[in-house]
């Protein structure tokens, strides 16, 4: 069946260690989005790739950094620059939104990280 | 940049009520997402209208964009508790990423 994986679901890590987050899709989709989501924060963009070797910078990239090697893959890393790790993290890929595709977004389970 | 905001933030139905989801737009909208999602998973597609007055239903769910494409409500009739969760809108401003709104919470009690 074709879909989002990322992994892990549960991570949890010491303060100053960065983390690298997992994203796979087999929908042959060529754009790759990262979100955060906090309480009451609702989605923020971090990192949206619309191309193999090429993305850009979302809302929220300070302390982040992303690569796009291949079209399957969109892996997050989470950096001891980051102030505040610790949030809930989906990895979303689409079509471009060009007649007839929609455009909508597809989401994985989450990467829930911890900062302790 | 586009802002959407959605109304309630939170929402406590009765089992077999009805009910009504706001998301207003800064902008012009030029095609509205709905998604739902269960605390602490990913997020699923409900539908998207691009039309002004445009109106699609799914099951017992009916979302709606208003003539001037910058608003959309999503109705639930007889909410059941397998409705419960966090609704979100969102929009594409000038790239093609998402915006979102920060959701709307449902609980449907028996």
């Known amino acids: 069946d074709g879909g989002i994986t990322q992994s892990p679901k549960y991570l949890f890590r010491k303060e100053g260690q960065n983390v690298t987050l997992s994203c796979e899709q087999n929908?042959?989709?060529?754009?790759m989005y990262w979100y955060r989501q906090d309480p009451g924060q609702g989605l923020r963009l971090i990192y949206y790739?619309?191309?193999?070797?090429?993305?850009q910078k979302g809302d929220i990239a300070e302390g982040y950094s992303v690569s796009r090697e291949k079209k399957e893959s969109f892996p997050l890393t989470v950096t001891s620059a980051q102030k505040n790790p610790t949030a809930f993290y989906l990895c979303?890929?689409?079509?471009?939104?060009?007649?007839?595709?929609?455009?909508?977004?597809?989401f994985g389970e989450g990467s829930r990280l911890t900062v302790l | 940049s586009q802002e959407l905001e959605q109304s309630p933030q939170s929402l406590i139905v009765q089992e077999g009520k009805n009910l009504t989801i706001n998301c207003t737009s800064s902008?012009?909208?030029?095609?509205l997402y709905w998604y739902k999602q269960k605390y602490g998973e990913g997020l699923i597609f409900l539908m998207m209208l691009q039309k002004g007055g445009e109106e699609k239903s799914h099951e017992k769910i009916t979302a709606k964009l208003d003539e001037k494409k910058q608003q959309s409500s999503l109705h639930i009739t007889a909410s059941q508790p397998s409705h419960a969760g966090i609704y979100l809108c969102?929009?594409?401003?000038?790239?093609?990423?998402?915006?979102f709104g920060k959701g709307t919470s449902l609980l449907v009690t028996p």
């Open positions: 979303a890929s689409s079509y471009w939104p060009d007649p007839p595709n929609t455009g909508e977004l597809f």
């Open positions: 790739s619309q191309i193999v070797n090429d993305f």
């Open positions: 902008k012009t909208l030029y095609g």
């Open positions: 969102g929009a594409r401003d000038s790239g093609y990423a998402l915006n």
């Open positions: 929908l042959n989709h060529d754009a």
